[in-house]
């Protein structure tokens, strides 16, 4: 659907967008110049969208857009939580606007169809502030403010503008394409180095300032740095550091954008690209050479530097490749200075091979004060079009930063993966005899609405979704026409066309929209992950915890009344408490439930379930305890058991898949391969106590048979156990097969194929 204005005709271009996201309930500026276009796209739907337009001059120039003006302040809109308020109000004072006079013109309605687009041309410079306006959703609602996407085409193809400040700059350095620039930071600051165009490599030199004065150079090593992080580069979180030959730590990551650096090959030297035939080509060490003689260090051939945004790999054949960068515009890594520091950064020379995607381009260079406070995280593309997004933190953070230090980035978030003075197994042992509570706020939702929601979801789930009563849950898969596995998900309804989908994809949300807009449905998939954040309580205590926490209406079903698969609607506390909706669900093979809020109340919700959970002896619960607790109830794992090159039977939940009169994408495939199956997920029992993992070959004899899909020392069964993808041939429990290491024949270690899954197999417990 488009509503596109009037204001200029429409210019068709091949040049690169600049492109933003404009998350629900929040907002971003644009600068825009004569003749460029901008699009405002509203992907999901329903999604108001209102514009504040300032003329060069910072007055309200809104009347070009050909709307009335409506009621709101910009004021509000820059005073909202989270980042991108802030940035857009530094954007505005930087310019020298003034927000005193700006209205707001609503340009996109709360009813529009997916995919809705306004768009125009810049009749003279303009200044945009793009609002998406919502307010929080109740979790037994399905009204969440969603991303809005912006997109500019610029008149004169200049390069993309770049990403606004994150905080106030002390130095604002650009270094064009193929030189090189030193610069000093002191202890505490921030450095921004940010690809301008994108695909551009950039090298990174620093050095301990005082060392220097005093004629030691003790510069970044990345053998060090590799060997004390124990990956191929740091990158945000608990090991982040880079280090010197002396093992002391002068930088350390704060977000990363990209993910993907390299660490083993030098700066491009003059004797590369002698040795390739370029005599005399530019070279970033000799750059760095130069740039580095005020500060007396000696001049190398090939600088061993850490070499942002270069993607390379180490090839089962041994051999270091690379290939065009990752970055795209406005890409970024930030770091923090440990000590005060001579730094050098370069833009990468090399246009004779992918590395720069074959054409050099600018590099630039930020710093902020030390005493700016920016979040960690790394970013997340859940899709390869998405726009990144950096590590969240959950609204229950505050609590577990209190109990927790270990945290992993999942998918977007940080949480735990075992708390101090505790540690996995005694998380998993209060799981398995009292109950534990775990943030599982990652899980992405997606609301599904209109009159279309049910057809819709019957068409793309492998469970009879026609059959699922208001307040059931019902667990299923997602397939492609293949029969591989896009997702898999739980399923609530809501309401006759009111549903609610859980999954661990972002993609199955566009997925479901594509689908929709492929048949010609009338319905809304709306993201909600940003407004429902959910704890697990599991064990056989979490309903003795949560009956007397749990206040629910005379027309929903009790806690303890609550069936399994079947959700409540109810509040913490008292009819005036906390809004909450409560399933009767799990990923531990215990009784358990989740509970499911809106984050200003995660910490009242976590708070009254804590207490509640301390006389039975709950524990909090990280990832390294729900790892054994789902392999031996099982439970599949995305990336581990299941995958688009897997259909459900395969990955061991068959189960899933209903035959239903309803067809559904992958219907033919899954009926073809359950008639003709060639792998099955079995459990293996080890003899001895040696570690397996993920990816491990199974073999018999000389031939590989299986993998290991995922595997766990069993607290309860006191023995290794494994999921296992293997061939038919082999599956009859009880054979023998052994788990090969190192090459997979040098080493080989005994199993047995054993009754999948390992622990409660009849399900007596999340039945109780």
Same mark, same amino acid.
């Given at each position: 659907?488009?509503?596109?204005?009037?204001?200029?005709?429409?210019?068709?271009?091949?040049?690169?967008?600049?492109?933003?996201?404009?998350?629900?309930?929040?907002?971003?500026?644009?600068?825009?110049?004569?003749?460029?276009?901008?699009?405002?796209?509203?992907?999901?739907?329903?999604?108001?969208?209102?514009? %504040?337009?300032?003329?060069?001059?910072?007055?309200?120039?809104?009347?070009?857009?050909?709307?009335?003006?409506?009621?709101?302040?910009?004021?509000?809109?820059?005073?909202?939580?989270?980042?991108?308020?802030?940035?857009?109000?530094?954007?505005?004072?930087?310019?020298?606007?003034?927000?005193?006079?700006?209205?707001?013109?609503?340009?996109?309605?709360?009813?529009?169809?997916?995919?809705?687009?306004?768009?125009?041309?810049?009749?003279?410079?303009?200044?945009?502030?793009?609002?998406?306006?919502?307010?929080?959703?109740?979790?037994?609602?399905?009204?969440?403010?969603?991303?809005?996407?912006?997109?500019?085409?610029?008149?004169?193809?200049?390069?993309?503008?770049?990403?606004?400040? $994150?905080?106030?700059?002390?130095?604002?350095?650009?270094?064009?394409?193929?030189?090189?620039?030193?610069?000093?930071?002191?202890?505490?600051?921030?450095?921004?180095?940010?690809?301008?165009?994108?695909?551009?490599?950039?090298?990174?030199?620093?050095?301990?300032?005082?060392?220097?004065?005093?004629?030691?150079?003790?510069?970044?090593?990345?053998?060090?740095?590799?060997?004390?992080?124990?990956?191929?580069?740091?990158?945000?979180?608990?090991?982040?550091?880079?280090?010197?030959?002396?093992?002391?730590?002068?930088?350390?990551?704060?977000?990363?954008?990209?993910?993907?650096?390299?660490?083993?090959?030098?700066?491009?030297?003059?004797?590369?690209?002698?040795?390739?035939?370029?005599?005399?080509?530019?070279?970033?060490?000799?750059?760095?050479?130069?740039?580095?003689?005020?500060?007396?260090?000696?001049?190398?051939?090939?600088?061993?530097?850490?070499?942002? %945004?270069?993607?390379?790999?180490?090839?089962?054949?041994?051999?270091?490749?690379?290939?065009?960068?990752?970055?795209?515009?406005?890409?970024?890594?930030?770091?923090?200075?440990?000590?005060?520091?001579?730094?050098?950064?370069?833009?990468?020379?090399?246009?004779?091979?992918?590395?720069?995607?074959?054409?050099?381009?600018?590099?630039?260079?930020?710093?902020?004060?030390?005493?700016?406070?920016?979040?960690?995280?790394?970013?997340?593309?859940?899709?390869?079009?998405?726009?990144?997004?950096?590590?969240?933190?959950?609204?229950?953070?505050?609590?577990?930063?209190?109990?927790?230090?270990?945290?992993?980035?999942?998918?977007?978030?940080?949480?735990?993966?075992?708390?101090?003075?505790?540690?996995?197994?005694?998380?998993?042992?209060?799981?398995?005899?009292?109950?534990?509570?775990?943030?599982?706020?990652?899980?992405?939702?997606?609301?599904?609405?209109?009159?279309?929601?049910?057809?819709?979801?019957?068409?793309?789930?492998?469970?009879?979704?026609?059959?699922?009563?208001?307040?059931?849950?019902?667990?299923?898969?997602?397939?492609?026409?293949?029969?591989?596995?896009?997702?898999?998900?739980?399923?609530?309804?809501?309401?006759?066309?009111?549903?609610?989908?859980?999954?661990?994809?972002?993609?199955?949300?566009?997925?479901?929209?594509?689908?929709?807009?492929?048949?010609?449905?009338?319905?809304?998939?709306?993201?909600?992950?940003?407004?429902?954040?959910?704890?697990?309580?599991?064990?056989?205590?979490?309903?003795?915890?949560?009956?007397?926490?749990?206040?629910?209406?005379?027309?929903?079903?009790?806690?303890?009344?609550?069936?399994?698969?079947? %959700?409540?609607?109810?509040?913490?506390?008292?009819?005036?408490?906390?809004?909450?909706?409560?399933?009767?669900?799990?990923?531990?093979?215990? $009784?358990?439930?989740?509970?499911?809020?809106?984050?200003?109340?995660?910490?009242?919700?976590?708070?009254?379930?804590?207490?509640?959970?301390?006389?039975?002896?709950?524990?909090?619960?990280?990832?390294?305890?729900?790892?054994?607790?789902?392999?031996?109830?099982?439970?599949?794992?995305?990336?581990?058991?299941?995958?688009?090159?897997?259909?459900?039977?395969?990955?061991?939940?068959?189960?899933?898949?209903?035959?239903?009169?309803?067809?559904?994408?992958?219907?033919?495939?899954?009926?073809?391969?359950?008639?003709?199956?060639?792998?099955?997920?079995?459990?293996?029992?080890?003899?001895?106590?040696?570690?397996?993992?993920?990816?491990?070959?199974?073999?018999?004899?000389?031939?590989?048979?299986?993998?290991?899909?995922?595997?766990?020392?069993?607290?309860?069964?006191?023995?290794?156990?494994?999921?296992?993808?293997?061939?038919?041939?082999?599956?009859?429990?009880?054979?023998?097969?052994?788990?090969?290491?190192?090459?997979?024949?040098?080493?080989?270690?005994?199993?047995?194929?054993?009754?999948?899954?390992?622990?409660?197999?009849?399900?007596?417990?999340?039945?109780?």
């Amino acid at each position: 659907m488009s509503n596109t204005s009037d204001l200029a005709p429409a210019v068709k271009t091949a040049r690169m967008s600049e492109r933003k996201v404009v998350r629900g309930g929040s907002c971003a500026t644009a600068s825009l110049r004569p003749g460029d276009r901008i699009r405002l796209r509203d992907p999901e739907g329903l999604q108001p969208l209102d514009l %504040f337009v300032f003329d060069q001059h910072g007055r309200d120039a809104g009347d070009i857009l050909g709307r009335p003006a409506s009621t709101g302040r910009l004021a509000d809109v820059l005073a909202g939580e989270g980042e991108e308020p802030a940035a857009a109000a530094r954007a505005l004072a930087a310019l020298g606007l003034t927000e005193a006079d700006a209205r707001p013109y609503r340009v996109m309605e709360s009813g529009g169809e997916p995919g809705a687009v306004f768009d125009f041309v810049a009749p003279a410079p303009l200044v945009l502030v793009v609002s998406a306006p919502g307010s929080p959703m109740a979790p037994d609602e399905q009204t969440p403010a969603t991303e809005l996407h912006l997109e500019i085409d610029r008149a004169d193809g200049s390069s993309p503008d770049l990403p606004p400040p $994150l905080a106030a700059v002390t130095l604002d350095l650009r270094i064009p394409a193929a030189t090189a620039k030193a610069y000093r930071v002191r202890a505490g600051d921030y450095i921004q180095i940010i690809d301008v165009e994108g695909r551009q490599c950039s090298d990174f030199l620093a050095f301990d300032a005082a060392q220097l004065t005093d004629g030691i150079e003790k510069g970044l090593d990345p053998t060090v740095t590799r060997t004390l992080m124990g990956s191929a580069f740091p990158g945000p979180g608990l090991h982040s550091k880079y280090y010197d030959e002396d093992m002391q730590a002068l930088v350390e990551v704060v977000r990363d954008t990209v993910g993907r650096h390299d660490t083993f090959a030098l700066a491009c030297s003059a004797k590369y690209y002698d040795d390739v035939g370029y005599p005399g080509h530019p070279n970033c060490s000799d750059n760095f050479n130069e740039v580095l003689k005020p500060f007396h260090v000696r001049a190398r051939k090939g600088w061993p530097a850490i070499n942002f %945004f270069y993607n390379t790999c180490i090839e089962t054949s041994n051999a270091l490749t690379s290939d065009e960068p990752w970055s795209r515009p406005g890409d970024y890594v930030l770091l923090r200075a440990l000590t005060d520091l001579v730094c050098a950064s370069s833009s990468c020379t090399d246009d004779i091979d992918p590395a720069n995607g074959w054409n050099p381009t600018d590099i630039h260079i930020r710093v902020y004060d030390g005493n700016a406070t920016f979040s960690k995280g790394s970013a997340l593309r859940m899709t390869p079009d998405a726009e990144p997004r950096l590590t969240r933190d959950s609204a229950f953070q505050p609590r577990l930063q209190a109990l927790a230090r270990s945290f992993v980035d999942y998918r977007g978030f940080w949480l735990p993966t075992s708390y101090t003075g505790r540690g996995a197994i005694e998380e998993y042992w209060a799981c398995r005899e009292r109950a534990a509570i775990m943030d599982l706020s990652a899980l992405r939702k997606f609301e599904v609405i209109g009159p279309d929601a049910e057809q819709l979801l019957q068409r793309t789930m492998t469970r009879n979704i026609a059959k699922l009563a208001v307040g059931q849950v019902v667990y299923t898969a997602l397939c492609y026409d293949h029969g591989g596995m896009i997702d898999d998900a739980t399923v609530m309804r809501l309401g006759a066309a009111n549903f609610r989908v859980i999954a661990g994809e972002d993609f199955t949300g566009v997925w479901l929209r594509q689908k929709a807009e492929d048949w010609g449905l009338k319905v809304w998939v709306k993201s909600s992950t940003d407004q429902l954040h959910n704890l697990a309580i599991q064990g056989p205590k979490s309903r003795d915890i949560l009956k007397d926490v749990i206040w629910t209406a005379p027309t929903q079903a009790s806690l303890p009344e609550l069936k399994w698969f079947r %959700f409540t609607i109810g509040r913490i506390g008292t009819a005036s408490g906390p809004p909450v909706v409560v399933s009767r669900t799990g990923y531990t093979g215990e $009784l358990g439930y989740e509970v499911w809020c809106h984050p200003k109340d995660a910490l009242a919700v976590w708070d009254a379930i804590w207490a509640a959970g301390q006389p039975h002896g709950m524990s909090p619960l990280g990832f390294e305890a729900l790892d054994m607790l789902r392999i031996e109830a099982g439970l599949v794992f995305a990336g581990y058991d299941f995958s688009d090159q897997t259909d459900p039977y395969e990955s061991g939940i068959g189960f899933a898949v209903a035959d239903k009169d309803v067809d559904f994408v992958g219907r033919e495939a899954l009926a073809r391969r359950k008639a003709n199956p060639a792998r099955r997920m079995v459990g293996l029992d080890l003899t001895g106590n040696e570690t397996i993992g993920h990816g491990d070959p199974v073999f018999v004899g000389r031939a590989q048979v299986g993998v290991v899909t995922s595997a766990t020392r069993s607290p309860l069964l006191k023995r290794t156990i494994a999921l296992c993808r293997l061939d038919v041939a082999h599956a009859t429990l009880g054979t023998a097969v052994e788990i090969g290491k190192l090459d997979g024949h040098q080493k080989r270690l005994s199993a047995t194929v054993v009754p999948f899954p390992h622990f409660d197999p009849q399900k007596t417990r999340v039945r109780a």
